[in-house]
Structures are given as C-alpha cells and as structure tokens.
C-alpha cells in the first residue's frame, strides 16, 4: 500500500487522521473533501505537498469517485455529516452523504477492486442505562436512534453486504466521542471552552446526566491505520479509551481550568431522544491487534485541547456567533 484516499480529510478526525499518517509512516494521501461548513483547509496546513494533495469534490459524484479509486490503493472513508442537532433540524444532507455517498464509494472500491476502510461510530448500538454493566462490543445489535446514527447504521450495513455479496476488501470501525484540535464549535467540547474564553457560560443539554465515552482524535488515527494494516477483512472492530464521563464532570473540568465556579453554567433545552450513554469495550482491537491509546489521561489531554482552542482564536472566531445564534434560536 502507498497512496490512500480520505474522504472526508477536511474535517476533524479526518484531518487528525491526516497528519498522524504523515508523521507515523510513508504512504501518500489524497484528501477528497467537498469543504461543507465542517471543513476547514487550515487543518491541513504545513502537511508536504510531496505527500499530500486536496481534491475538491462530493463523494456522491460516482464518476469522480471510479475516477479516484482507480488512482488509489485505498480508501480510508470519513466523509460523513456527523452532528446530531443538525440531523434533527434537516436530515436530507445525511441520507445524501452518509448513504448514497457510501454506496457511491462502495461501488467505486468494488470496480477498482481495491481496499476500503469505512469509518463508523458506536451510536449505531442506541444508548446504554447509566447502571448497565455491559458497553458496546462487536456483538451488539444495531439500534440507531437519530437521523445521523442511523444513516451510518445504513452506511455499515451497506459495508457489510458489499462485503458478502461482492467481495470488497473492507473494514469497518466504530469509535466513541472524539476531542482534541480541529473539532468544529458546534460540538460539545469546544463549544464549551469557546463560551467561558468569551466570558459566556457552558451549555448543558438537560440535567448533564448524559455519558459519552471519550477518546483524543490521535488514538482514533492510530486505531484507525492499525485496522487497515492488520484488520481481518469483514470484520469490525470497536475503538475506546475507557474514557466515560458525564457532560456535567466535562463542564465543570473546563470551568476549573478556567478558574471560574463550579455552578457558573447553564441547563438548556435538551436534545429529543438523546441517547443517555455510549460505552465501548475494544477488547478485540487491543487482543487482536495490539493497539492502545497514547492519551489516557483524560485531564490533560483535556487542558491541552482547551489550550489549543486559546491558541486558534483565528480559526474558530468568524464561525461563533452564527453557531451560538442557531442554538439560541433553539433555546439551547
Ligand atoms: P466532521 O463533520 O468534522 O467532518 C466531516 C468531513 O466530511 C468534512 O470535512 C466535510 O466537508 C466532509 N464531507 C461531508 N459531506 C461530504 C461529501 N458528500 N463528500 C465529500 N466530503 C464530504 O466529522 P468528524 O467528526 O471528523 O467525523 C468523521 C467521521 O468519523 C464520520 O464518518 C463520523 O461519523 C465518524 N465518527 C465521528 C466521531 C466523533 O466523535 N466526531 C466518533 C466516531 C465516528
Ligand atoms: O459517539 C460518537 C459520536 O459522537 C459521533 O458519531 C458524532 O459524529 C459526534 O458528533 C458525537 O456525537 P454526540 O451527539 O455524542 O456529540 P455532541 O458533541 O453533539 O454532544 C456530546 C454530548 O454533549 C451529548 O450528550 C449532547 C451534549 N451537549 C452537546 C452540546 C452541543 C450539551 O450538553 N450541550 C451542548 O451544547
């Protein structure tokens, strides 16, 4: 394998995913990105134009996609719309982009005959009760519960069949709640650490009880190259960090480093059917295939988030108050 394709390399995880591969091995990537309003260029700056190249374009744009496959070796596929409040207001983009833009990818990869790694979330298995014993494994059933899970549920199963009826070479994976740089201010973390660097107050949706399972974007890439270089063809596999944490524990961790009090936040309206908790157990990939995460100390990997977002004021600045306005407009 030498050059890959990354859908979707534009955005946060997938720019994360980006960089790792340029500092950790030797492959050539092509970034294919239609640049929505999640993407940024900037996250791909001071990459080698040696290695790195960006191509404009919709992953729902099957000629561009045969196009490119026949380019590659490989597709790593982030490409997604991937923000719950969004698919709440709007699902069509999602139906769109998460699955007839897989099936488009599906179909290129399937002519080409090459590999392809698909890129999922743990939202697929619905929630877990805060007192359940059991987190998500490879066994568990798809249960979606937004517009955006279940279209990556749709995604995967499209994945699944691809696999079994026409024999693609492709994986699949399923990670928990990512932070770290990059992470558009819609999303909780930053969103938060943007309201209290403007003097605002955090957000939280209902009573904050709700559980994500946090994971730093860097672990997730170097899963990520760890399944498409050892992963068993048809398989899927969970990424975790055994990072649970309410939504209250993360505000109050962001007010501390801020030096502001532990009440100083406000309880806003909640989401509809917000899934209560996600918890991944990644048992397979860490027995299978030796990985583990770099960043297991949620603290600090915290903290240096919150510095990064001080850092990039210019980055996410001209975006605050439109992304503010439409969750005031929401009474969120
Ligand atoms: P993001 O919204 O930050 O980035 C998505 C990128 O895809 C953007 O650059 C956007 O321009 C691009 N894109 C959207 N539609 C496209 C299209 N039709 N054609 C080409 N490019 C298109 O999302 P993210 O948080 O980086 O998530 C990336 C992937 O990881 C998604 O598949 C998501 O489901 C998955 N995932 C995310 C998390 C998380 O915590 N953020 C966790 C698990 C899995
Ligand atoms: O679990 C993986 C998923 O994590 C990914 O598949 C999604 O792409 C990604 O966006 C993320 O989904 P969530 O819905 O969990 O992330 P979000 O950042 O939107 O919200 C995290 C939690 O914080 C959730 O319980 C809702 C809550 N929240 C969110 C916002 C934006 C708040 O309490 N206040 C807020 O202002």
Known sequence: MD?????????????????????????????????????SRESLDGLPADRVSLVVGDIVDAPLMERLAGE??????????????????????????????????LEAVRKAGIRLHHISTDEVYGDLELDDPERFSERTP????????????????????????FGVQATISNCSNNYGPWQHIEKFIPRQITNVIDGGRPKLYGAGQNVRDWIH?????????????????????????????????VVQQILRHFGRPADDFDHVTDRPGHDLRYAIDSTKLRTELGWSPRFTDFEQGLADTIEWYRAHEDWWRPHKQAVESAYAAKGQ
């Open 3 to 39: 050059h890959i394709l990354v859908t979707g390399g534009a955005g946060f995880i997938g720019s994360n995913f980006v960089h790792h591969v340029v500092a950790n091995t030797d492959l050539r990537v092509t970034v294919l990105d239609k640049l929505t309003y999640a993407a």
């Open 72 to 105: 590659h070796d490989a597709i790593v596929h982030f490409a997604a719309e991937s923000h719950n409040d969004n698919s709440l207001h709007d699902p069509s983009p999602f139906v769109q982009t998460n699955v007839v833009g897989t099936f488009s990818v």
């Open 142 to 165: 798809y249960n979606p519960s937004s517009p955006y899970s279940s279209t990556k549920a749709g995604s995967d199963l499209l994945v699944r069949a691809w696999v079994r009826s």
């Open 217 to 249: 974007a860097d672990d997730h890439s170097s899963a990520v190259l760890a399944v498409l270089r050892e992963g068993a063809i048809g398989e899927t596999y969970l990424i975790g960090a055994d990072g649970e944490r309410n939504n209250l524990e």
